[in-house]
């Protein structure tokens, strides 16, 4: 009986851990100046970190890389942002948008192949 018990709380641990990594368990807080930017339809955060003047957020969706970056490209212009440099090399777009005193870098990284795209947000602000 205690093997058993022991084999059941031992699945019940690598359940916990393999859902913990996948960020199945968890939701990824979005850090304070992150949550006015709109995230693209049925994506997962993946990390997030805020510091002082600065927060950035890593996301997984399953859509293509050129989808993510249009959707970017129109909502963040409709929300008063202005593009203020945009570049492409092999497999990654860089964008960045300046609003105010703050500038947002969008990077998406195109996977060969497939539909799974990965993109990070990073804002900055100037410390007052």
Not at 115 to 120: A, I, Q
Request: charged share 20%; with cysteine; proline share 2%.
């Amino acid at each position: 009986m205690e093997r058993r018990l022991g084999n059941v709380v031992f699945v019940v641990l690598c359940a916990f851990c393999v859902l913990s990594i996948s960020g199945k368990a968890f939701s990824v807080e979005v850090p304070e100046q992150l949550k006015g930017i709109p995230l693209y339809q049925g994506s997962t955060v993946q990390h997030a970190m805020e510091m002082t003047n600065h927060a950035m957020l890593v996301v997984s969706v399953s859509a293509k890389g050129d989808a993510v970056a249009d959707f970017y490209r129109n909502a963040l212009v409709a929300q008063g942002w202005t593009a203020a440099f945009q570049a492409e090399q092999e497999n990654i777009k860089i964008m960045h948008f300046k609003k105010d005193k703050r500038m947002l870098q969008v990077t998406i990284q195109l996977e060969k192949g497939g539909e799974t795209t990965t993109y990070n947000l990073v804002i900055t602000s100037e410390q007052p």
